[in-house]
């Protein structure tokens, strides 16, 4: 089985053909950074304009590089949400239309879903029960996935996503946009114990978090120390302070529930100092924690195509009058406060 997944959801173009769900034939991503960097952040209309030029061409070298014709897939999936509108819309519109000229089932995904099923790509199958972990741009969710494809939330955010908070620090630090990947590198280079920061809910006994006060605390200790700054020293002292938490609230999760397993998935499971940490951390207590290779963990067409799979062979089919949903959730009606719009990184 072929199938195509169209990413569109926020700055990535990605479009991918994956087989049976699992082997990778082809994974095309145009990222748009050059096009935002200027502004800091994704500017949703750039967005969605450059996803109309880039779809396409993106498909073709899909396809090409897979070695198949359109004609010899089986299905077409999209991501539906959560996302910026106008650009879930380019991929959405893009993808009715394929599956209509090539009369092939369409299948609408979940953006966060789909982050998850990245790990199928990496490790070849998704075991449940187990603890999962979302940090993406636009979220941090702490989840228990019951069976597979099954969730159930445990926390969430209450303020900034990981991702977002990375974006916002590094545009403090200078160091451009996206922040995450920046401040990894930076902080490989600087002494995590150099400034202390806060370290929001760690021992507040639920599952959510909060990164609003870190970000100011930063922001506090860059204005008061102008031309003295030890750059490397603040990244790797942030990003401690966001790890120690997730760390903490993961393995509690884990230990909790009584689950031996954890799961990582979205663009900050990216991030070399939480897999380093949680996997050395959680070795110790004999718990596993799997997440897809770095490349895949940032937004791309495999784990909408992986993802779609698996919907498509549970029966499911999307109708060709489905629309976007902007504010799709991961448990329908579950947890207001961490499923809410996604915050973008514009500001
Ligand atoms: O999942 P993703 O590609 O897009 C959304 O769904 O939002 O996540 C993008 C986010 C950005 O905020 C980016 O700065 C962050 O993931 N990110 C990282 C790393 N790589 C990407 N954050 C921390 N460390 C990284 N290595
Ligand atoms: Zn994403």
Do not use: W
């Not at 597979?148 to 445990?154: I, T």
């Not at 509690?252 to 990582?264: S, Y």
């Amino acid at each position: 089985m072929l199938v195509l997944g169209i990413e569109t959801s926020c700055d990535e173009t990605g479009v991918a053909v994956v087989e049976n769900g699992k082997a990778l034939r082809s994974n095309v991503i145009a990222d748009q950074q050059l096009l935002h960097a200027r502004y800091g952040g994704v500017v949703p209309e750039l967005a969605s304009r450059a996803h109309v030029d880039l779809l396409h061409p993106a498909v073709e070298q899909a396809c090409a590089e897979a070695g198949v014709a359109l004609g010899d897939l089986d299905a077409i999936a999209v991501t539906t949400g959560p996302g910026l509108a106008g650009s879930l819309l380019v991929g959405v519109a893009s993808a009715k239309a394929y599956a209509l000229a090539l009369d092939r089932p369409l299948i609408g995904v979940n953006h966060l879903v789909a982050h998850v099923y990245a790990n199928v790509i990496e490790h070849g199958s998704l075991p449940a029960p187990a603890v999962v972990f979302v940090v993406s741009g636009g979220h941090t969710s702490l989840l228990v996935m019951d069976a597979v494809g099954g969730f159930r939330v445990l926390g969430q955010t209450i303020d900034d996503a990981a991702g977002e908070a990375y974006d916002k620090v590094a545009r403090v630090l200078g160091l451009g946009y996206p922040g995450g990947p920046a401040i990894d590198r930076l902080a490989r280079e600087g002494d995590p114990a150099a400034v202390r920061f806060p370290r929001s809910l760690i021992d507040d006994g639920t599952y959510d978090f909060s990164l609003s006060g870190l970000k100011t605390a930063v922001l506090r200790h860059v204005r008061g120390r102008p031309g003295e700054l030890d750059l490397a020293g603040v990244a790797a002292s942030f990003q401690e302070a966001v790890v120690d938490v997730q760390v903490s609230k993961v393995l509690r999760a884990a230990a909790e529930e009584g689950l031996d397993t954890v799961l990582l998935a979205g663009g900050v499971a990216a991030n070399s100092r939480l897999r380093a940490r949680l996997e050395r951390e959680a070795g110790d207590r004999r718990v596993r924690v799997l997440a897809p290779s770095p490349g895949l963990c940032t937004d791309n067409g495999a784990m909408v195509a992986c993802c779609g799979t698996f919907a498509l062979e549970r029966g499911e089919r999307t109708p060709l009058d489905a629309g976007a949903d902007p504010n799709l959730r991961i448990v329908p009606g579950v947890g207001r406060r961490a499923q809410r719009r996604p915050k973008r990184r514009h500001r």
